[in-house]
């Protein structure tokens, strides 16, 4: 059995970071705490490239099947001998993929906020917190028991608050960050009876020991899991569509979708790291991990493909008409995640039917890398320009060339050109869709095609245009550019992985095939879009409003999000409120609250007739006792008999 | 010697011990009632010293017993004084009457 409990130094290490800047930070080291969480973290990435290096190319083969290991096991609650809520670490290959994501793009992002955050008061608490995220992060990708996920999954909430609050001057940031904390927290009641339904029918909380008593049909777990229902459907389907209503509350699945364009308050290295690359895939990674589960669930995978598929649609849609350039990139976010979740969907487990599954790993791979930079190059120019809007920007490739070149080749790899990263992904996706549902497939090919206009319109927008009428700062240290840079050789080269050989469903390769009639539908529409947008939004002129005029009821419905917020906020305000709140606020006014003021007022009574006894006289007390023992004098002599 | 009986030595002590509380209770300089508590604890120890000599002739309990009570009573002594001196620094007074802050 290789070892591999070194991965454990992978998180503690940001652990550490958060502790020592969280606590000392601000008065020690105010100017070089970027620079301490930034080392911390190369060295965790280092570990987790060897990590990555010794399990798919090493000893993680047995067989030509990739193994699951348990690198390290430590019981933290133990409820019965078989239910206990264990500290573990996992090691397969997605959590392993998954490793090399997060502290490559955490260092990125670390490097680049070297440059983007300088100077900011509070920077030793923002990297304190990044470190904080970075380590729940991990930990959650790490995670063998279905509890430890769920801790680390509400301590990456907390972390995401604290970021999206990071501006907390601003109202706007306080509202977003707890908007995004409520959503996500709503969400995770769900998750939280589906990890206690999951845990009663299958009599353990380790994944490993759910997935083998869960996928077998004769198991006396699976037969009763099956058996019971609620409301007409089985438990399985219940527990597996609660847990998946928690990861859509994370990944930004409609309906719950709504916090994640309000999450682009906080800063934008964050919103790189946490809103794009990261926390915002472990809806993905949750029911990857689960994902032998689902596939015993015909009907719970369709909830996680139709669901996906509408909301890849739906994101599409609306971030074509948003002005905001992190707001488009929030919702091309969420159009991805969702192309990520209906891969799932419509994916079986094992051998050749698992090619969707591999496809949305894939996906959320190469997403992870041309989104951050994305967002760092949505960074720079909000650096550059001091604002969000499209409408200031414009013109800007004469005065970024590095971020105008590392911004268009991540339009390209998200549009999915060959021979970029997203194109390879994409292209598997859509054969995964092909082959198992036409429908989702359709919706698919448009969204593909969506997605290469809305991202072609905002490339146009920021960088061409009009003549820039910005006043040039210069584009930003090197510390800026440099992960610009590496993110950019990562968007053209990583499409180029044997993905399919490292991360399938079941551990063994997969062979693929590119087919070069089937990849004519969706890189022609890609690129017809590419030229609507550059028709419409290369040079500065009216076409654009003419046609929004022309779609005007639709637009405008677009442009409001499709009034999902609204709904939102009727539900809550006139519903919720008057109708629930009102009435348990009222008994926990006058019931819960008078009761207790009752007892209170009763003992301050009584206090207030008894406090005479304590003058404070040293005399009187003596007298008290001696009083005392005379009384027991006279009780034990005289009447004790 | 053996013509003393037991009572009359039990007599002084009960007075000593009463004289003692006397004191506690009517004194207000925190010496003197300092002074009073010492009083109570040597009534004791006749007691002690006095019921080992009659009853139990051939034992050393109580003399041992008074020999710690003695031991004790310096101790309480040098820490009664101590506080006496940092409330007198604090209250520029050792009345009782006047260190009656602590109280409801």
Same mark, same amino acid.
């Given at each position: 059995m290789p070892n591999y409990a070194y991965i454990l130094l992978i998180p503690l290490q940001p652990l550490a970071t958060f502790i020592v800047l969280g606590l000392f930070g601000r008065k020690?080291?105010?100017?070089?705490?970027? %620079?301490?969480? %930034?080392?911390?973290?190369?060295?965790?990435?280092?570990?987790?490239?060897?990590?990555?290096?010794?399990?798919?190319?090493?000893?993680g083969k047995v067989n030509g099947i990739y193994q699951k290991i348990i690198a390290f096991k430590y019981t933290w609650l133990e409820f019965s001998p078989n239910v206990s809520i264990d500290m573990g670490i996992i090691v397969d290959p997605i959590s392993v993929m998954m490793l090399v994501v997060v502290t490559f793009v955490s260092?990125?992002?670390?490097?680049?906020?070297?440059?983007? !955050? $300088?100077?900011?008061?509070?920077?030793? %608490?923002?990297?304190?917190?990044?470190?904080?995220?970075?380590?729940?992060?991990?930990?959650?990708?790490?995670?063998?028991?279905?509890?430890?996920?769920? =801790?680390? @999954?509400?301590? *990456?909430?907390?972390?995401?608050?604290?970021? =999206?609050?990071?501006?907390?001057?601003?109202?706007?940031?306080?509202?977003?960050? $707890?908007?995004?904390?409520?959503?996500?927290?709503?969400?995770?009641?769900g998750f939280l009876i589906g990890i206690l339904l999951l845990g009663f029918y299958g009599g353990t909380l380790d994944i490993g020991i759910l997935i083998e008593r869960l996928t077998a049909v004769q198991s006396p777990e699976y037969t009763a899991m099956a058996a019971a229902g609620f409301l007409g459907v089985s438990a399985l389907t219940w527990a597996l569509t609660l847990v998946f209503i928690g990861g859509a509350g994370k990944s930004a699945m409609f309906p719950l979708h709504i916090w994640l364009p309000d999450a682009m308050e906080g800063p934008t290295p964050v919103s790189a790291l946490i809103h794009a690359a990261t926390m915002v895939v472990a809806g993905v990674y949750l029911v990857a991990r689960l994902f032998p589960v689902f596939n015993m669930d015909a009907a719970a995978l369709q909830v996680v493909t139709y669901t996906g598929a509408f909301s890849a649609l739906l994101a599409a849609v609306i971030a074509c008409t948003q002005t905001d350039i992190k707001r488009v990139l929030a919702y091309s976010t969420m159009s991805q995640i969702g192309y990520m979740m209906f891969a799932l969907g419509v994916s079986k487990y094992g051998g050749e039917d698992g090619l969707g599954y591999m496809a949305s790993m894939f996906h959320l791979f190469t997403h992870a890398f041309f989104k951050s930079l994305l967002f760092l190059g949505a960074g720079a120019v909000i650096h550059m320009v001091h604002s969000n809007d499209m409408k200031d920007m414009g013109g800007l490739r004469k005065l970024m060339p590095v971020t105008h070149i590392a911004f268009l080749i991540a339009c390209l790899a998200i549009a999915g050109i060959p021979p970029f990263a997203g194109f390879f992904s994409k292209e598997e996706i859509l054969l995964a869709a092909f082959h198992s549902n036409k429908l989702i497939y359709g919706v698919a090919l448009f969204t593909a095609a969506l997605t290469a206009f809305y991202m072609f319109r905002l490339y146009f927008s920021i960088f061409w245009s009009k003549e820039s009428t910005v006043q040039s700062h210069g584009e930003g240290p090197l510390s800026m550019k440099l992960p610009l840079v590496i993110l950019a050789a990562c968007a053209v080269g990583v499409g180029f992985i044997p993905f399919s050989s490292l991360v399938t469903s079941d551990g063994e390769a997969l062979e693929?095939? !590119?087919? #070069?009639?089937?990849?004519?539908?969706?890189?022609?529409?890609?690129?017809?879009?590419?030229?609507? +947008?550059?028709?419409?939004?290369?040079?500065?002129?009216?076409?654009? &409003?003419?046609? &929004? +005029?022309? /779609?005007?009821? /639709?637009?405008?419905? &677009?442009?409001?999000?499709?009034? *999902?917020?609204?709904?939102?906020?009727?539900?809550?305000?006139? #519903?919720?409120?008057?109708?629930?709140?009102?009435? #348990? +606020? @009222?008994?926990?006014?006058? #019931?819960?609250?008078?009761?207790?003021?009752?007892l209170a007022s009763i003992t301050a009574k009584i206090s207030a007739l008894i406090k005479g006894l304590q003058s404070g006289k040293v005399q009187n007390y003596a007298l008290y006792f001696f009083s005392g023992i005379a009384a027991l004098a006279v009780l034990f002599i005289y009447l004790w008999k | 010697m053996s013509d003393v009986p037991l009572s009359h030595i039990l007599f002084v002590s009960t007075a000593l011990f009463f004289i003692g509380m006397y004191g506690l209770f009517t004194r207000r300089n925190l010496i003197t009632m300092l002074m009073s508590i010492e009083l109570m604890l040597n009534s004791v120890n006749i007691n002690f010293v006095a019921f080992n000599k009659y009853l139990f002739p051939q034992n050393l309990e109580g003399i041992f017993f008074t020999i710690f009570i003695i031991t004790i009573a310096a101790a309480e002594a040098a820490i009664a004084i101590a506080i006496i001196i940092n409330l007198y620094r604090s209250h520029q007074s050792i009345d009782v009457e006047d260190a009656t802050e602590l109280k409801f």
């Amino acid at each position: 059995m290789p070892n591999y409990a070194y991965i454990l130094l992978i998180p503690l290490q940001p652990l550490a970071t958060f502790i020592v800047l969280g606590l000392f930070g601000r008065k020690y080291f105010k100017t070089f705490s970027g %620079t301490i969480g %930034t080392v911390s973290l190369l060295i965790s990435t280092i570990v987790s490239f060897v990590a990555a290096i010794q399990y798919f190319f090493v000893d993680g083969k047995v067989n030509g099947i990739y193994q699951k290991i348990i690198a390290f096991k430590y019981t933290w609650l133990e409820f019965s001998p078989n239910v206990s809520i264990d500290m573990g670490i996992i090691v397969d290959p997605i959590s392993v993929m998954m490793l090399v994501v997060v502290t490559f793009v955490s260092l990125m992002v670390h490097v680049f906020s070297l440059g983007y !955050m $300088k100077g900011e008061d509070r920077f030793a %608490t923002y990297y304190a917190f990044l470190s904080l995220f970075t380590f729940s992060m991990l930990g959650l990708i790490l995670s063998s028991n279905i509890f430890q996920v769920y =801790i680390f @999954w509400e301590l *990456v909430g907390v972390s995401s608050f604290l970021l =999206i609050g990071y501006y907390f001057e601003k109202p706007s940031a306080v509202a977003a960050s $707890k908007k995004a904390f409520i959503v996500t927290r709503f969400a995770d009641l769900g998750f939280l009876i589906g990890i206690l339904l999951l845990g009663f029918y299958g009599g353990t909380l380790d994944i490993g020991i759910l997935i083998e008593r869960l996928t077998a049909v004769q198991s006396p777990e699976y037969t009763a899991m099956a058996a019971a229902g609620f409301l007409g459907v089985s438990a399985l389907t219940w527990a597996l569509t609660l847990v998946f209503i928690g990861g859509a509350g994370k990944s930004a699945m409609f309906p719950l979708h709504i916090w994640l364009p309000d999450a682009m308050e906080g800063p934008t290295p964050v919103s790189a790291l946490i809103h794009a690359a990261t926390m915002v895939v472990a809806g993905v990674y949750l029911v990857a991990r689960l994902f032998p589960v689902f596939n015993m669930d015909a009907a719970a995978l369709q909830v996680v493909t139709y669901t996906g598929a509408f909301s890849a649609l739906l994101a599409a849609v609306i971030a074509c008409t948003q002005t905001d350039i992190k707001r488009v990139l929030a919702y091309s976010t969420m159009s991805q995640i969702g192309y990520m979740m209906f891969a799932l969907g419509v994916s079986k487990y094992g051998g050749e039917d698992g090619l969707g599954y591999m496809a949305s790993m894939f996906h959320l791979f190469t997403h992870a890398f041309f989104k951050s930079l994305l967002f760092l190059g949505a960074g720079a120019v909000i650096h550059m320009v001091h604002s969000n809007d499209m409408k200031d920007m414009g013109g800007l490739r004469k005065l970024m060339p590095v971020t105008h070149i590392a911004f268009l080749i991540a339009c390209l790899a998200i549009a999915g050109i060959p021979p970029f990263a997203g194109f390879f992904s994409k292209e598997e996706i859509l054969l995964a869709a092909f082959h198992s549902n036409k429908l989702i497939y359709g919706v698919a090919l448009f969204t593909a095609a969506l997605t290469a206009f809305y991202m072609f319109r905002l490339y146009f927008s920021i960088f061409w245009s009009k003549e820039s009428t910005v006043q040039s700062h210069g584009e930003g240290p090197l510390s800026m550019k440099l992960p610009l840079v590496i993110l950019a050789a990562c968007a053209v080269g990583v499409g180029f992985i044997p993905f399919s050989s490292l991360v399938t469903s079941d551990g063994e390769a997969l062979e693929t095939h !590119m087919d #070069i009639t089937f990849s004519i539908a969706p890189v022609g529409l890609t690129l017809i879009a590419t030229l609507l +947008a550059s028709y419409l939004y290369k040079k500065e002129n009216d076409k654009p &409003a003419k046609l &929004a +005029a022309s /779609f005007d009821g /639709f637009y405008q419905a &677009a442009h409001k999000k499709f009034y *999902v917020d609204e709904v939102y906020l009727f539900i809550t305000k006139k #519903i919720v409120f008057p109708l629930v709140g009102q009435p #348990i +606020a @009222w008994v926990d006014k006058y #019931i819960v609250d008078g009761f207790m003021n009752l007892l209170a007022s009763i003992t301050a009574k009584i206090s207030a007739l008894i406090k005479g006894l304590q003058s404070g006289k040293v005399q009187n007390y003596a007298l008290y006792f001696f009083s005392g023992i005379a009384a027991l004098a006279v009780l034990f002599i005289y009447l004790w008999k | 010697m053996s013509d003393v009986p037991l009572s009359h030595i039990l007599f002084v002590s009960t007075a000593l011990f009463f004289i003692g509380m006397y004191g506690l209770f009517t004194r207000r300089n925190l010496i003197t009632m300092l002074m009073s508590i010492e009083l109570m604890l040597n009534s004791v120890n006749i007691n002690f010293v006095a019921f080992n000599k009659y009853l139990f002739p051939q034992n050393l309990e109580g003399i041992f017993f008074t020999i710690f009570i003695i031991t004790i009573a310096a101790a309480e002594a040098a820490i009664a004084i101590a506080i006496i001196i940092n409330l007198y620094r604090s209250h520029q007074s050792i009345d009782v009457e006047d260190a009656t802050e602590l109280k409801f």
